[in-house]
Structure formats: structure tokens, C-alpha cells
């Protein structure tokens, strides 16, 4: 390469757009089963190194493996959520590669007959500053179990091997290349992330590697017939390094090109620090796997009796919820999305609305005082200690101009935070927050508010018309809070 060739951080925002960018993934989710995919031995995260295993784990001479049909039912689930077709009958493959983290020297995967054909997710994300949709459709959805893990400690001359993770059952979702950039990639795990948790069928926590995605990306010309060569960047478990990985990749790919280089189908690793990616290995073609059925594991058959049953025990997905969040309580587009982020929250959302009749300011409590607490003690709406009950009797007491907003959203939710058991109406009747719509009273401390500042009501009636939000505050802090802030304005405006 000369001293001039162009470099990736050299590529710009121009050059770029010359190129389409061309991206498939293939996620790996695990799931939440008690046990491993084929054996009995514990499907649990963080315990201590090689004590969740045993025979067949580690693949001792002579053992068998058997199906969790748990697994087969959450995989079901999954497909039926995404639009995907069922096979009715289903077989594993060995896949057979070399590792030292895969005891047995293959990994139970499936190829020629995955569990769900077909399908997708609809995704939403921002371009151009618009909010768009578009659906990310599914080439297949198979099960495999999940390889150990090797650990590269610093203070060791050799690597470690933790199997516990042998054996985990995976679903691999393997997208068709329908995505176009790093944010609609991000909102696509983002999307999957979240169904997995409405579905059950695993925490989704990317951080834990319950969920991680092998992103592959090639450029071609806009306006191109054929696909470029991609590039797989290998386990990607987060959806922040995720995108960043694909910004890199997009220059570096840009630079090759334009410098007259062949991009190799490889496979990359993503360097965090630097941000950027580097060569792992050649990719290996589907023939290196020397893919044939598992001889000790019989097809598994789903009867329509199965199958009917596991549809009729789905829950109700996050679009189907954000659809009914705008059209039965009429609140926007926005506050569904925000509102169906988890399937608890859209639960604490709907039993609040069960309460209450004021849906809209029922979502802005939701996104503005509920969501500030949740983010300030790492929890979520599971761990607020507000019931939906007394959330919506906090709505009622605000909207019925009993309280004021400030009042309801700055002194008595920090009661009921400390003291949940409590009624919202008696903690304003006992602290006096409750708002004074008493016309004889609020004049006397309005006319001592404007005897007060006679300079300042001078201003006003010379032009000044932004001092009344300063006359309002007054006459409020007068009140200790418990005016009413409408009736307060009337009185101010005859006055001066």
C-alpha cells in the first residue's frame, strides 16, 4: 500500500454515501431453562466455575443426550411471535469443529431442518430526524447448544476452561441482509431484546452474553445488482460496541475499496479501546462443518395439539401493545413505544388506567416522576413501591384540582415513595397541600403580593408582561403550595 492510500478515519460523511451499506445477523439468544438443552445438569448463570456439569456436559464415553421439550416450546414461542412457520418436524445436526471449549468436538446444532422458518420484526428508529418503521425479515430460527468458555486470565501462562456454559440451549436467529445501517442494527437487537423478555423465554441481559450477535457487513455501490463480500464481527454483546463496530467497519471497507483492495470474507473481533476491528480468522464455509443428522437423537414430531397450546399461552407482544395503547387510551405514538419497553411497565401502565380515566397524564406520571425514580435506583417498575392504586388516586387528587402538579409530583410521591401504604388524599389533608380554591383568601395574599413589589407592578403595567409568572410564584409560596395556580392567575390579571 503507498504512503497516499486513503485510511478509515480519512473516509468522509461524502464518500460514504457513494456506498450502501449491507447488513445480516446472526443472534444468539440463550434460554431460560432449568436445565441444559440435552441434559439434566443446571442452566444457571454466574455459579462457580465447572460445577454446573457432568457426564454428558463433558462428554464422557457412552452417555446420551435427551431433548428439554421446554426448550422446543420456547423456540415455538419465538417463531410465533416473529411471523415464522413452524416445522412439524424437526432434527439436529452435529457441527463438527474443533475447539477446546466444545467437549465433544461438535456442537448439536440444526441445518437442513430448522425449527422456524421464515418471519421477522418490525422495527422503529430515527432517520433524517422522522421516526420509521420497517420490518427486518428472517431467513430461520434454529436451536443449538452453546460451547464453554475459555478464560484468558493475565496472571495465568494458560488458558482456563469453564464448561458450565456447555450445553445452554441457544436460539439463533438468522436475519436476511435487510438492514442498511448501525442504528437500524441497534434498534433491530433492541427489538429482539425486548420480545425475548414479553416472551419468557430468556433475561435478554447482553452484558451476562444471554444475548450476542455476529453482525456481517458489506458495501456495494448504491444502485449495485450484487451484494459485496462481508465481513463477520464475531460476538457482539453490546448494542452500543455493536454500532460502533459497524461504523468502523463501513471506513474501513470505504478505504479498502477506493484504495483498489479485495475485501476478504473473514472474520473480525472488535477491539473496545481503540474502536476498532481486527482479523480473527478466514471464514469457514458451511462444507468445513461437515453437517450430517445426530445419530443419538430421534426427530422431534410437534403435534397441532402441541402447537395450539403453546399459541394459546402467548402473551400480548409489544406491538400489539402499542397499538392498543393509541388507539384505547389515545395517547401518542411516543408514550406507546416508551410505555411497552417492558412488559412489566406496560402491565403497571394498563392497571393504572384500570384506576384512572386520565390516561395521558397516567403515561406522563409513567415517563416523567416514575421513570426519574426507577433511573436514580437501577430498578425497574418492579421495584417501585408506589401500587398502581395509589399512583392513579395520585392522578385523580391532581387532575380534580385538589393539588396542583407540583405539589402531587414534588411533595406527596416522595411520601409515598418512603411510605407507601399510605393514602395520597391524607398525606395533602395532613401537611395542608391540599389546594385552596377559596376566592376571599387567595385575594388577601394576592393584594399583599402586589403591595409588595410596587415597582415590579409598575413594570408589569408599562409592558413587562413576563413578571406575572414572578407575582404567581409569590402568591404560590404564600400558599405553601396549596393555591390554585388557575384561580391565582384570574385574581392577578383583574388586580393589575
Known amino acids: 500500500m503507498s504512503q497516499t492510500a486513503l485510511q478509515p478515519a480519512d473516509v468522509t460523511d461524502e464518500l460514504l454515501a457513494i456506498y450502501e451499506t449491507v447488513i445480516g445477523l446472526e443472534v444468539h439468544c440463550q434460554l431460560m431453562t432449568e436445565s441444559k438443552l440435552f441434559t439434566r445438569d443446571f442452566n444457571i448463570f454466574g455459579t462457580e466455575p465447572n460445577t454446573n456439569i457432568g457426564p454428558l456436559t463433558i462428554a464422557l464415553p457412552g452417555t ?63 432517520h433524517d430526524g422522522k421516526l420509521q418503521e420497517k420490518t427486518i425479515r428472517f431467513h430461520h430460527i434454529h436451536l443449538e447448544e452453546d460451547a464453554g468458555k475459555s478464560v484468558h486470565d493475565g496472571g495465568y ?8 456454559r456447555a450445553g445452554t440451549p441457544l436460539v439463533e436467529m438468522v436475519s436476511e441482509p435487510d438492514l442498511r445501517s448501525a442504528e437500524e442494527t ?102 468445513d ?27 400480548a407482544l409489544p406491538q400489539e401493545l402499542r ?16 410505555l411497552t419497553d417492558t412488559r412489566e411497565l406496560a402491565e403497571y401502565f394498563e392497571a393504572v388506567c384500570a384506576k384512572t380515566s386520565h390516561y395521558k397524564a397516567a403515561s406522563n406520571w409513567l415517563m416523567g416522576p416514575v421513570k426519574s425514580y426507577l433511573n436514580d435506583h437501577n430498578g425497574d417498575i418492579q421495584h ?56 376571599n383568601e387567595l385575594e388577601t395574599l394576592v393584594d399583599e403580593v402586589i403591595n409588595a413589589m410596587p415597582d415590579k407592578v409598575a413594570a408589569y403595567r408599562k409592558g413587562k408582561k413576563g413578571l406575572m409568572g414572578l407575582f404567581v410564584g409569590e402568591v404560590m409560596k404564600k400558599s405553601n403550595g396549596a393555591a390554585d395556580p388557575k384561580l391565582v392567575n384570574q385574581l392577578l390579571a383583574q388586580k393589575l
Open 64 to 126: 446420551l443426550p435427551k431433548v428439554n421439550k421446554k426448550a422446543i416450546e420456547y423456540a415455538i414461542r419465538l417463531g410465533i411471535a416473529c411471523g415464522s412457520t413452524i416445522s412439524r418436524k424437526t432434527i439436529f445436526d452435529r457441527k463438527n469443529y474443533f475447539y477446546p471449549d466444545l467437549p465433544k468436538g461438535y456442537q448439536i446444532s440444526q441445518d437442513k431442518k430448522p425449527i422456524c422458518d421464515k418471519g421477522g420484526v418490525t422495527i422503529s428508529f430515527k
Open 157 to 164: 501462562t494458560e488458558t482456563l476452561l469453564d464448561y458450565n
Open 186 to 287: 441497534g434498534a433491530f437487537v433492541t427489538e429482539i431484546r425486548r420480545l425475548v423478555r414479553y416472551l419468557g423465554i430468556s433475561d435478554g441481559n447482553m452484558e451476562e452474553g444471554s444475548l450476542r450477535a455476529d453482525v456481517n457487513v458489506s458495501l456495494r455501490k448504491k444502485g449495485a445488482p450484487q451484494y459485496g463480500t462481508k465481513v463477520e464481527i464475531k460476538n457482539m454483546n453490546s448494542i452500543r460496541n455493536m454500532m460502533r463496530a459497524i461504523a468502523f467497519e463501513e471506513k474501513r471497507q470505504v478505504a479498502m475499496l477506493e484504495n483498489g483492495e479485495t475485501i476478504q470474507q473473514e472474520t473480525r473481533m472488535f477491539d473496545v479501546e481503540s474502536g476498532q476491528t481486527y482479523g480473527m480468522r478466514v471464514k469457514e464455509t458451511m462444507n
Open 289 to 315: 462443518y461437515r453437517y450430517f443428522p445426530d445419530p443419538d437423537l430421534s426427530p422431534v414430531v410437534i403435534s397441532e395439539e402441541w402447537l395450539a397450546s403453546i399459541k394459546d399461552s402467548m402473551p
Open 323 to 338: 397499538e392498543k395503547f393509541i388507539t384505547k387510551y389515545g395517547i401518542p405514538a411516543y408514550d406507546a413505544s416508551v
Open 384 to 439: 417501585l413501591p408506589i401500587s398502581a392504586q395509589s399512583l392513579a388516586d395520585l392522578i385523580e387528587l391532581n387532575e380534580s384540582g385538589s393539588v396542583s402538579h407540583s405539589v402531587a409530583a414534588q411533595k406527596i410521591f416522595p411520601v409515598l415513595l418512603s411510605e407507601p401504604t399510605r393514602e395520597p388524599s391524607e398525606i395533602a389533608s395532613s401537611n395542608n397541600w391540599l389546594q385552596n380554591s377559596n376566592t
